[in-house]
């Protein structure tokens, strides 16, 4: 390996202890802010459920990740948002690549699919219309907050 490639290898590592940083932050911010502020909703706004009464595709994605990460219950987790599943077995992917790649020595480590935030973004909007449409035409509410509308 030469110093150009050992370079970008180094750069790659880096990369990826930061995501894993920056993760791990988010983590305990999250258990702080609901050790300290458990009667304070601080967070708790969301315009479209305020105002037009039907669920943005991140309502529930809270719950949703202390259900997951805090109490490692994985059905109601699904329940209360399906995209914080996805996207803690997308990161999980990532690290299985990144892992596979330092093994076989490859010089790029992240691997990120090129069309992947097409991806994701087609799968947020039809997940918000699927919800809402459940919501509004069927009275399914896994989140029991708008229900009362319909």
Not at 121 to 146: A, M
């Amino acid at each position: 390996m030469d110093k150009k490639e050992a370079c970008i290898r180094r750069s790659e590592i880096k990369r990826l202890l930061l995501l894993h940083i920056v993760f791990a932050a988010v983590l305990l911010l999250y258990g702080a802010y609901t050790a300290l502020a458990k009667n304070v909703r601080l967070f708790g706004f969301c315009g479209m459920k305020e105002f037009l009464h039907i669920y943005c595709p991140f309502c529930g994605g809270t719950r949703a990740f202390a259900t997951l990460f805090f109490h490692f219950d994985i059905v109601q987790s699904l329940k209360e948002n399906i995209l914080v599943f996805f996207m803690a077995l997308r990161f999980v992917l990532l690290d299985i690549t990144a892992i596979y790649s330092l093994i076989r020595k490859k010089e790029k480590i992240l691997i990120f699919l090129s069309k992947e935030a097409v991806v994701w973004l087609v799968i947020i909007i039809f997940y918000c219309i699927v919800k809402n449409v459940l919501l509004i035409f069927y009275s399914w509410d896994p989140l029991g907050e708008l229900v009362r509308f319909y």
